[in-house]
T-cell receptor, first 109, second 117 residues
């Protein structure tokens, strides 16, 4: 099955700085790459996703890039705010959905 | 629109006891997932159903875990007998995907937190 690796496991930034989280996947046939945000004690919620026929997608301060050749994709958050502090999970999917181990992002005011 | 419903929210049992979790997906969602999330880790897929058929159960410890989705709607995940390492949050999720080759957004329930003593 698909194997997803995510780095870094923890990330601390100053408010207003950018944050980048990177993931690699093993199955070149995977075609859907979502990112989920999970606040403490809450359920994961989708923040952005990208399909394999697109190289980049942006939604306000959040963007995702996909490099199919290298089998990696990244989440970019610009102008970070304290409310961005959470655990972020990447995932890769063909028929099922496999998640990375997560990145705990802390935005310091 | 009602979200994914799960129960119970919390359960504490002794090792070797059994436990069952229930999930009711969003109405009309064909695909249902059970994930195990151990504290500090990412969700691990246990089993995926499309309607009432199993798409993937390769990571389900079948000697102690079982799951079913009767009539393609509600689902039950059972653990018998439980081990200490089964302590985790069990997340149920559903998606609209009706084709096993197309996966869309997963909507998660609140989760069922299991503590095995």
């Amino acid at each position: 099955g698909e194997n997803v690796e995510q780095h870094p496991s923890t990330l601390s930034v100053q408010e207003g700085d950018s944050a980048v989280i990177k993931c690699t996947y093993s199955d070149s046939a995977s075609n859907y790459f979502p990112w989920y945000k999970q606040e403490l004690g809450k359920r994961p919620q989708l923040i952005i996703d990208i399909r394999s026929n697109v190289g980049e997608k942006k939604d306000q301060r959040i963007a995702v890039t996909l490099n199919k050749t290298a089998k990696h994709f990244s989440l970019h958050i610009t102008e970070t705010q304290p409310e961005d502090s959470a655990v972020y999970f990447c995932a890769a999917s063909l028929r099922d959905m496999r998640f990375g181990a997560g990145t705990r992002l802390t935005v310091k005011p | 629109e009602a979200g994914v419903a799960q129960s119970p929210r919390y359960k504490i049992i002794e090792k070797r006891q059994s436990v069952a979790f229930w999930c009711n997906p969003i109405s009309g969602h064909a695909t249902l997932y059970w994930y195990q999330q151990i504290l500090g880790q990412g969700p691990k897929l246990l089993i995926q159903f499309q309607n009432n058929g199993v798409v993937d159960d390769s990571q389900l410890p079948k000697d102690r875990f079982s799951a079913e989705r009767l009539k393609g709607v509600d689902s039950t995940l059972k653990i018998q007998p439980a081990k200490l390492e089964d302590s985790a949050v069990y997340l149920c999720a559903s998606s609209l995907a009706r084709d096993s080759l197309w996966v869309g957004e997963l909507f998660f329930g609140e989760g069922s937190r299991l503590t095995v003593l």
